[in-house]
């Protein structure tokens, strides 16, 4: 049962919270001052902390900053009635793990509080984290989005995860299929071994042998030593062969003799070696296709297909959007040593218009280079590629909850459709729900 620390002075609303908490099956402790809840995490431990913003003897900000210096790993989300843009933005550079604005429903403080011990459980890497990851650390980290379509992702890399399954991940280009690949193989019973990536595109037909299976001194022309392949090197771990559809004919029967025997041999050698690994593959290309056109072949594509994984491209997961976008500006601020704070909320709309063809790739670098220019706080309009005034995604006639155009009667339209939940109408407009608070506060919508 996840214990909660409550820290609000209204000694009626932190009643009333704590008993609906208490009915959600969490544990509760309430505090109405600064120096009772100092005391009270003295005392115990704490998964979460609810403090309200201003206290009768103390900042929230700054008690929070104290919290979270003496408690790092406990997740702080601010409560508070003053929800202007200053002081959401200087929450978060300090620490907080999400900020709420008064009056507040009950299911918004649910998802909020849900949301802040799965992160922290999760260690996702976000602008909201007090303490920075290494940028080197983060290179490979599996962002979890908030879409189905990544739910759905997620829930079949943590089925396959602790099996031997080989698995084939399906995609279009720049998806992050190396990146599904390495956290399967993190998950998986071979994470303190190799993880050995491939990209068999690369990879000229006359040396693929010597790649994947190595070579000995003097085997052919240009071998000036023994070299170990791609296979002895990943032993006991996992190999992953990205863009497997490239391997030449050829290629894939040698590929497809090794996997069944489980043995390779070095070119120029006659001693076979024994090999345990798992194979992940990889292809933004239909191979079902290229079996019918006999360019694959149909006893290799069934030998690594025993799992299929949609690696879904970013218009199929729209929600996650701003999402991975905050998550590669964290890592462009450390790669670049900046602190930008954010996206204005004309960035986020352009971002949202944007068909993304490069998908997360295109994002990142779009974020890396954005985060070199700004020089400000936000990133603005002025330093994303002209591309982005160019291209601009269809919009449905009905349905469409964009902020494009009519934005003031889009979030009335949004928030009557949500029956008043922010975090609802966020979703609807595609936007995160401090953006929406933003917005509420500028057309003032109550």
């Known amino acids: 049962m996840p214990k909660i620390l409550i820290i609000e002075d209204d000694i009626s609303f932190c009643k009333l919270l704590e008993r609906f908490l208490v009915k959600k099956a969490y544990d509760v402790t309430i505090a109405f001052s600064a120096e009772e809840a100092r005391l009270a995490i003295k005392k115990e431990s704490f998964d979460l902390i609810l403090t309200d913003l201003r206290l ?42 999400d900020y709420i604005s008064k009056p507040f429903n009950p299911d918004e403080v649910l998802l909020v509080i849900t949301n802040a011990l799965q992160t922290e459980q999760a260690e996702i890497p976000k602008e909201k984290k007090a303490v920075k990851k290494p940028a080197a650390s983060s290179e490979n980290e599996f962002v979890r989005g908030i879409s189905v379509a990544s739910k759905k992702l997620l829930d079949h890399i943590q089925l396959v ?169 964290e890592k462009a601020n450390q790669q670049l040593n900046k602190d930008i704070i954010g996206f204005s909320p004309e960035v986020v709309t352009i971002f949202q218009k944007y068909n993304w063809p490069g998908n997360l790739r295109e994002l990142q670098n779009c974020v890396k280079r954005a985060t070199l220019l700004t020089r400000g706080d936000f990133i603005e309009s002025d330093v994303l590629p002209a591309e982005f005034f160019q291209i601009q995604k269809q919009s449905a006639a009905n349905g469409n909850f964009s902020l494009s155009q009519n934005e003031k009667e889009a ?36």
């Open 56 to 97: 009768p003897d103390s900042d929230g900000i700054g008690l929070m900053t104290e919290f979270k210096n003496s408690n790092p790993e406990v997740p702080v989300v601010l409560m508070t009635g003053y929800s202007d843009v200053n002081t959401a933005v200087k929450a978060i550079k300090n620490g907080a793990a």
């Open 161 to 329: 995860s602790p099996t031997d399954m080989s698995v084939l991940i399906i995609g279009e280009s720049g998806t992050g299929k190396e990146i599904i690949a390495k956290s399967i193989h993190q998950q998986s019973n071979r994470k303190n071994n190799n993880f050995i990536a491939v990209d068999c595109g690369a990879i000229p037909k006359e040396l693929a042998a010597s790649e994947f299976f190595g070579h000995l001194k003097g085997s052919f022309t240009g071998a000036i030593s023994d070299k170990m392949g791609y296979f002895e090197a990943a032993n006991g771990g996992t190999l992953f062969l990205d863009e497997i559809g490239n391997l030449s004919y050829e290629n894939q029967i040698q590929l497809l003799r090794a996997l069944q025997e489980r043995k390779i041999k070095p070119v120029g050698s006659n001693k076979e070696i024994n090999v345990d690994i798992r194979i992940i593959t990889a292809t933004n290309e239909d191979l079902r296709e290229a079996v019918k056109n006999g360019d694959f072949r149909e006893d290799l594509y069934h030998r690594i297909n025993e799992f299929s994984i949609l690696s879904p491209s970013l218009t199929d997961r729209e929600e996650d959007l701003m999402v991975f976008a905050d998550y590669f500006l």
């Open 411 to 446: 979030i009335i339209h949004a928030l009557s459709k949500a029956q008043n939940n922010k975090s609802e109408a966020a979703k609807l407009l595609k936007i995160t729900r401090k953006t929406l608070y933003n917005k509420l506060k500028q057309y003032n919508i109550d």
